[in-house]
């Protein structure tokens, strides 16, 4: 059965994705840099509540605020959301390249990523709504096996129909055990190797 669908994680995908920017941000507003350094900032932070949209930017932002030791105003949220966008970088222009190349062949480009509300907005020119399945819309993140069969059953898709891009091998091997194609992502790398998988699909 041949790929129709192609579905692309954001970060380090789309867009390289460096959470130190955050900490760094952080670090220069914590009251207790000592403590802070001691537990690694931001990187001792559970973030699935928030990825999963169990709680508002509002919860998030005071529980991230108690767990670095600054103090919780309404102005932080806004902080925190612009420390997020700054640890991204502009769009892979490989992952560009591949994913107008796929489009143009007829393939179904989609968007699945671990991802906080608060990053909607790189989304929305990638793809179609209806195409972009975020972990805090659907109260699941990856390697949750659960997250990929809502998102087959929202394509309609059998696994087999489908091709995951994702720059974790614990993602991948999630969704290849769900029977779905996957191939990690490497930047110098992925066109030929998906261009490869595709030919080897459709010879079949």
Same mark, same amino acid.
């Given at each position: 059965?041949?790929?129709?669908?192609?579905?692309?994680?954001?970060?380090?995908?789309?867009?390289?994705?460096?959470?130190?920017?955050?900490? *760094?941000?952080?670090?220069? !507003? /914590?009251? #207790?840099? @000592?403590? +802070?350094?001691?537990?690694?900032?931001?990187?001792?932070?559970?973030?699935?509540?928030?990825?999963?949209?169990?709680?508002?930017?509002?919860?998030?932002?005071?529980?991230?605020?108690?767990?670095?030791?600054?103090?919780?105003?309404?102005?932080?949220?806004?902080?925190?959301?612009?420390?997020?966008?700054?640890?991204?970088?502009?769009?892979?222009?490989?992952?560009?390249?591949?994913?107008?190349?796929?489009?143009?062949?007829?393939?179904?480009?989609?968007?699945?990523?671990?991802?906080?509300?608060?990053?909607? *907005?790189?989304?929305?020119? !990638? /793809?179609? #709504?209806? @195409?972009? +399945?975020?972990?805090?819309?659907?109260?699941?993140?990856?390697?949750?096996?659960?997250?990929?069969?809502?998102?087959?059953?929202?394509?309609?898709?059998?696994?087999?129909?489908?091709?995951?891009?994702?720059?974790?091998?614990?993602?991948?091997?999630?969704?290849?055990?769900?029977?779905?194609?996957?191939?990690?992502?490497?930047?110098?790398?992925?066109?030929?190797?998906?261009?490869?998988?595709?030919?080897?699909?459709?010879?079949?």
């Amino acid at each position: 059965m041949p790929i129709k669908y192609c579905i692309f994680d954001i970060g380090n995908v789309c867009y390289p994705f460096a959470p130190q920017i955050f900490n *760094d941000g952080l670090a220069k !507003i /914590t009251t #207790d840099i @000592k403590a +802070f350094d001691k537990m690694n900032g931001i990187f001792s932070f559970d973030f699935d509540p928030f990825l999963k949209g169990e709680i508002s930017i509002t919860e998030f932002s005071k529980a991230l605020c108690k767990h670095c030791y600054i103090p919780y105003s309404k102005e932080i949220e806004t902080l925190f959301s612009d420390l997020n966008h700054q640890s991204l970088g502009p769009f892979i222009p490989e992952t560009k390249s591949l994913m107008d190349e796929l489009h143009n062949q007829g393939y179904q480009i989609c968007l699945l990523s671990n991802i906080t509300a608060d990053l909607k *907005d790189i989304t929305l020119h !990638i /793809t179609d #709504d209806d @195409k972009t +399945f975020l972990s805090f819309e659907l109260g699941l993140i990856k390697p949750d096996p659960r997250i990929y069969e809502i998102v087959l059953q929202k394509l309609n898709a059998k696994p087999e129909e489908v091709l995951f891009i994702d720059d974790l091998q614990k993602n991948i091997n999630a969704a290849q055990a769900l029977g779905i194609h996957g191939i990690v992502y490497h930047r110098e790398s992925i066109i030929q190797e998906v261009k490869q998988l595709l030919s080897d699909q459709n010879n079949k």
